[in-house]
């Protein structure tokens, strides 16, 4: 229900806004208490001695994030860095911090973007709910830039440059704050942020226009490929930021949906409610997201659909310009 207040002006927003409204302006006011503390150095914030790049969002719930730093980290690779991502690990408790992501390392402990992250790119990922403790954990490996996977707000963690993602339908609902809105901040924020990135809809002026371009469905257990509309009776499920989005996209790969189902973003999964949900259908498909958490007890009839950020060739030319301009003036990792 509060989505619907947040993004379709559902009327009960004039049932709950003498609760809400009050609340929004304080949850404001501490934030931008907060923020100026750590801009006027009466809190302490760490600064790297390498770039930081956070790709982050002004707003409550996905946006695609995670994608774009996907992207980033291989484009990245491509231009010979050695990058390393950082996370605070949402909706996991690990048995210490910072946290190291391995193959072996469970979803419960380390959250399932970071595992995502490490699984598609390879390079060190760091857990940490205090991020400046993810990137020391990482200098040992050598890496000559961090990339923060969320934690635009997380200014105890200084950074070069601040990438934000909007999606490109939704936008920023009715600009309120939390809880009245779904924005953390207001949306002048963005005037002071250096990249911002419209995941899908239509980009405005100044704005890299992204799209998310789906692969064919792979196999959880035998990873074989099949073109998504090949598969029969599905039944789909996501538990992200946003899942009617990953639906739109399976209708517009002509699946054969028998059924769908959206849970809370980052939900540890039971087996059992999977396996009751996979039998209304031939096959369930999920997003790769929600794969990472589902490895172990994953059936033979379990599929999940990987995407990946494009953008224009101008947009992508103007990011990654902007980074290696800050790497060039930032030095030597020692200096």
Known sequence: MIEKIWFENHPTKYLLWPLLWPL?????????????????????????PVPVVVVGNIT????????????????????????????????????????????NTSTKHCGDEPKLI??????????????SDAVKALLPFGVDIIITDDGLQHYALQRDVEIVVVDGNRRFGNKSLIPLG???????????????ITNGGTAHKGEASMKLIPG????????QQFATAQLKRLVAMAGIGHPPRFFATLEQLQANLVETQGFADHKDFEPSELEA??????????TEKDAVK??????DNWWYLPVTAQFEVQ????????????????????A
Request: hydrophobic share 35%; proline share 6%.
């Open 182 to 196: 779904p924005l953390r901040e207001t949306t002048d924020r963005l005037d002071e942020v250096d990249i911002i």
């Open 60 to 103: 409550a719930g996905g946006n695609g994030k995670t994608p774009v730093v996907i992207w980033l980290v291989e484009e990245l690779q491509k231009l010979g860095f050695k990058p390393g991502v950082v996370s605070r690990g949402y909706g996991a408790k690990a048995p210490n911090y910072p946290l190291l992501v391995e193959e």
């Open 216 to 223: 064919d469905a792979i196999n959880l257990n035998t990873k």
């Open 315 to 334: 947009d992508k030319q103007r990011i990654l310009n902007k980074i290696i301009e800050v790497k060039e003036k930032y030095g030597s990792p020692s």
């Open 24 to 48: 929004s302006k304080l949850f404001g006011s501490v934030s931008q208490k907060r923020r100026k503390q750590y801009q006027s150095g009466e809190r302490v914030s760490y600064r790297a």
């Open 118 to 131: 490490f699984k598609r790119t390879g390079v060190p990922v760091a857990v940490s709910p205090v991020r």
């Open 277 to 286: 949900l996979a039998q209304k259908g031939e096959n369930l498909i999920m």
């Open 294 to 299: 589902c490895a172990d007890y994953a059936k």
